[in-house]
């Protein structure tokens, strides 16, 4: 028998700290969508239009992108190490929601703050010359608030992304890493699931609306999510003090050491292609509701029925975590009865899930099986690119897959709007597999960073990624918002927007990461950079 000589060469040990991590990212990912199921209430009881959700959804990185916080967060990362910087972001996080939820709340309305945001910040020199000001005259004072709050909690949402990535190296290098980082993103995806059912829950709960208790519903995951911080960093801790190995880096970090990332041109290949696959797919989170409002003929059910009761939602949340348990659980099985009996099961539990998703005519619930398929597949795409390779080519049938989803929400799903069972299938068909083209990122993109850069600069190399991608996550919700008012003259009713313009410019995103992914395979070959080899050698 091995003799077990750290926490990380132990199994258990290694993947129960991945398990806090993912733990933490799932109730950031909560909070990061919030509001999007409810955009339609959003523009009902607070008066926001598109231009104003979609100016408050992108402000989330707006520190990230204009005052290159990312980049600091990188160098943080590396200075003072992952435990430290997970404690930090979790800490960032819970502060901006608590703004966020405070702007949301019926005390923020009539105060001397809301008389104040009212009056100010309509005009932010420089920024306002650029066209990149984050806040506009006319713009709702809660509105402005929350994209305040909203600001600060990207930054810790983002460090705490760049964070997660280099724990995951720490103590999965040499070992199931592209699993691992699969893995972690199938849970923290399925807290876009939760947001999608529980949001609208709590905003309707007890028959009147109120939006801030959605918001309130996240501050409390968020204070989950610094527990988990916390237990991590005694784990990190006792690992550091069984390996030897210091916190901080072992080498002075150097600026210079930035341009030596930047030089690289298959760095910016992989970062280009990161920052087009998640402005393609972030933005649309969070108009994908309203898009199905506007694309699917739904009829509410009768208010006495069990399909319109606040208890379906519960049932309909227990058969989704069924979805992804039996299904992730599946791909660790070495007996095949065992397998596929739970594969089955998962089948069926999606099948069961979907039925009540349409029974309950919700647009929420519906949308809400993005991730159910990426959860199942991730880790089968994590393993062949540990064992098999293959990472780049992944990224180009992702890209495929985006191109073709985006494409069908344009102009196939309008043409069953009349349609109460068609439309709802291709719906559901195509958001699944959205979320499942969205899986092959972590999969193989991730993972692929460590071959590209020194050990001692991973932070940076991932904070500076991350930064990159922030430009898309900060425009693209602002550019659909922009566009969905110019192409929708007069349309004072949420769920009568047409959406085919914006779908066709995410559309367009996934054209160019395809290309980007063909290029990236050829420089792989010529320069030897190993991201089709795989991890485990």
């Known amino acids: 028998m091995t003799q077990i000589k750290t926490l990380r060469d132990s199994a258990a040990m290694r993947w129960t700290a991945?398990?806090?991590?993912?733990?933490?990212?799932?109730?950031?990912?909560?909070?990061?969508?919030?509001l999007s199921p409810i955009k339609d209430l959003m523009q009902e009881t607070r008066g926001w239009d598109s231009t104003?959700?979609?100016?408050?959804?992108?402000?989330?990185?707006?520190?990230?992108?204009?005052?290159?916080?990312?980049?600091?967060?990188?160098?943080?990362?590396?200075?003072?190490?992952?435990?430290?910087?997970?404690?930090?972001?979790?800490?960032?996080?819970?502060?901006g929601a608590l703004v966020k939820w405070y702007a949301i709340s019926d005390a923020f309305m009539g105060s001397s703050l809301d008389v104040w945001f009212t009056n100010h910040l309509n005009y932010i020199p420089l920024f306002d010359e650029l066209g990149v000001s984050p806040f506009y005259q006319g713009m709702p004072s809660s509105a402005k608030v929350a994209a305040a709050g909203f600001?600060?909690?990207?930054?810790?949402?983002?460090?705490?992304?760049?964070?997660?990535s280099r724990g995951i190296v720490k103590w999965f290098k040499g070992r199931e890493m592209?699993?691992?980082m699969g893995s972690e993103m199938a849970l923290a995806r399925l807290g876009v699931a939760t947001c999608m059912i529980f949001s609208p829950f709590f905003a309707k709960l007890g028959g009147q609306v109120d939006v801030s208790r959605s918001v309130a519903f996240g501050v409390v995951l968020l204070c989950i999510a610094l527990m988990m911080c916390i237990v991590?960093?005694?784990?990190?801790?006792?690992?550091?003090?069984q390996t030897g190995e210091a916190e901080e880096s072992d080498d002075e970090f150097k600026i210079s050491d930035l341009g030596t990332i930047l030089s690289d041109s298959g760095f910016w290949l992989v970062a280009l292609l990161c920052v087009l696959y998640y402005?393609?797919?972030?933005?649309?989170?969070?108009?994908?509701?309203n898009m199905l409002q506007c694309n699917l003929t739904l009829t509410e059910p009768a208010a006495d029925s069990f399909w319109a009761s606040s208890s379906v939602t519960i049932v309909q949340y227990v058969i989704m975590l069924i979805v992804a348990a039996t299904g992730f659980a599946s791909n660790f099985q070495k007996k095949k009865a065992m397998q596929y009996g739970l594969l089955t099961l998962s089948i069926l539990s999606l099948v069961a899930y979907c039925y009540m998703?349409?029974?309950?005519?919700?647009?929420?619930?519906?949308?809400?099986?993005?991730?159910?398929?990426?959860?199942?597949?991730?880790?089968?795409?994590?393993?062949?690119?540990?064992?098999k390779g293959k990472a780049a080519s992944m990224l180009v049938l992702g890209s495929l897959l985006l191109i073709g989803c985006h494409l069908t929400f344009a102009f196939v799903l309008p043409l069953f709007k009349g349609s109460a069972v068609g439309g709802i299938i291709i719906a559901y068909v195509t958001i699944l597999v959205l979320g499942a083209s969205f899986s092959l990122v972590p999969a193989s993109l991730w993972p692929s960073v460590p071959k590209l850069v020194d050990a001692k600069v991973i932070g940076s190399a991932y904070a500076l990624i991350f930064w990159i991608q922030n430009i898309g996550l900060w425009l693209f919700p602002l550019l659909i918002g922009k566009v969905l008012d110019k192409t929708n003259p007069g349309v004072t009713d949420p769920t009568q927007f047409n959406y085919t313009a914006p779908l066709v410019m995410l559309a367009s995103l996934?054209?160019?990461?395809?290309?980007?992914?063909?290029?990236?395979?050829?420089?792989?070959?010529?320069?030897?950079l190993g991201l089709e080899e795989p991890n485990i050698k």
């Not at 989330?60 to 160098?75: P, Q, R």
């Not at 005694?234 to 550091?240: A, I, N, Q, S, V």
């Not at 797919?281 to 509701?289: D, E, H, N, T």
């Not at 996934?510 to 030897?528: C, Q, T, Y």
């Open 52 to 95: 104003a959700f979609g100016t408050m959804q992108g402000s989330e990185v707006f520190l990230n992108v204009f005052v290159f916080f990312l980049i600091f967060a990188g160098i943080i990362l590396d200075k003072m190490g992952v435990r430290f910087t997970a404690l930090l972001s979790a800490t960032v996080m819970l502060i």
């Open 18 to 34: 991945l398990l806090l991590l993912a733990l933490a990212m799932f109730c950031s990912y909560i909070f990061m969508d919030i």
């Open 151 to 164: 600001m600060v909690f990207g930054c810790g949402v983002e460090m705490a992304g760049i964070t997660v």
């Open 279 to 289: 402005s393609a797919i972030f933005p649309f989170q969070k108009y994908a509701v």
């Open 232 to 241: 991590y960093f005694f784990m990190d801790k006792k690992l550091d003090s």
């Open 178 to 180: 592209a699993l691992a």
């Open 357 to 387: 998703g349409f029974m309950r005519q919700s647009a929420e619930s519906i949308f809400a099986v993005f991730p159910l398929l990426a959860v199942l597949i991730t880790p089968i795409l994590g393993s062949y690119v540990d064992h």
């Open 510 to 528: 996934g054209i160019v990461a395809l290309l980007l992914g063909l290029l990236l395979k050829v420089v792989d070959k010529k320069k030897g």
